[in-house]
């Protein structure tokens, strides 16, 4: 099918089964020639062969549980905490491919690749629950999303005040949220300084239509060049940030597209 010229589009449901269906097959022919290989390297290791194939599953699953950790982890604040999943799926994955390459071989397995496989298991079970206990845990609070809304509350501030004074610095006021988050025109001198505070939770207290929250996500990439994090966007709809990056998520879609269509 062709779709704007191209045969599938990027975002075409066809094309993700396909996919799918591809790594589906990889990984089934993959897992099965990798369970074999270790499970031969883990009776070579003098692990009863009665238990030989739980170090396969073992070695395996974790790389599973890491992968996992990577996505779920991917939004948290702290750098060690999205690095984490990453060693561990890194570290279990060269493992993988080097007892794979070591059975391969063939012979008779040396005393350190015999400790190695020993001691895979205490540490596959350290490794696997700490990711699982992280997941788990409540997001910490993003800096970005603290720094945003610092800078949403300081650049609404100078617009207020500076209409008193002088009508020049208006222009220099980002207009993507005061234009949408606007309050009384101007008033006394003492108008501004309350209207500064509440700038920060009116974003959370007041829910936005959808509409008004796409502009602000399309006018925060046009001036920072990078999307907003789903967080703020649920703040901005006054709901949780996770359906707050499904709208990130969606907006950038359209956006993408309608990108891939204007060059086209």
Do not use: C
């Not at 191209?6 to 075409?12: E, F, H, P, Q």
């Not at 790389?63 to 939004?75: D, H, S």
């Not at 501030?157 to 209409?163: D, K, M, V, W, Y």
């Amino acid at each position: 099918m062709s779709v704007n010229g191209r045969i599938l589009s990027a975002n075409s449901p066809i094309l993700l089964w396909l996919v799918a269906i591809a790594v589906m097959i990889v990984g089934l022919i993959s897992f099965t020639l990798s369970f074999t290989a270790l499970t031969g390297l883990a009776t070579m290791a003098r692990i009863p062969a009665s238990v030989a194939w739980g170090w396969p599953l073992m070695v395996d699953g974790t790389i599973v549980v890491a992968t996992f950790g990577t996505l779920v982890l991917r939004t948290r604040d702290r750098i060690a905490t999205r690095g984490y999943p990453w060693a561990v799926l890194i570290v279990f994955g060269a493992l993988s491919i080097y007892a794979n390459g070591v059975h391969a071989t063939g012979g008779r397995i040396g005393t350190t690749e015999a400790f190695v496989v020993g001691a895979v298991a205490p540490f596959a079970l350290l490794t696997s629950t700490h990711l699982l206990v992280l997941m788990l845990t409540s997001p910490e609070k993003q800096t970005l999303d603290r720094d945003l809304q610092e800078r949403t509350a300081a650049a609404s501030a100078p617009s207020t005040s500076a209409q008193q004074p002088t009508g020049s610095p208006a222009n220099a006021t980002p207009p993507t949220i005061a234009t949408l988050s606007a309050s009384e025109p101007s008033g006394s001198t003492a108008a501004p300084t309350k209207q500064a505070r509440p700038t920060k939770p009116s974003s959370n207290a007041r829910p936005k239509s959808e509409t008004q929250v796409q502009r602000l996500v399309l006018e925060h990439y046009s001036e920072h060049g990078q999307w907003p994090t789903g967080s703020v966007v649920g703040g901005w709809l006054g709901k949780s940030g996770k359906t707050g990056i499904r709208f990130v998520n969606r907006v950038r879609a359209e956006h993408d597209t309608a990108d891939a269509d204007a060059s086209a």
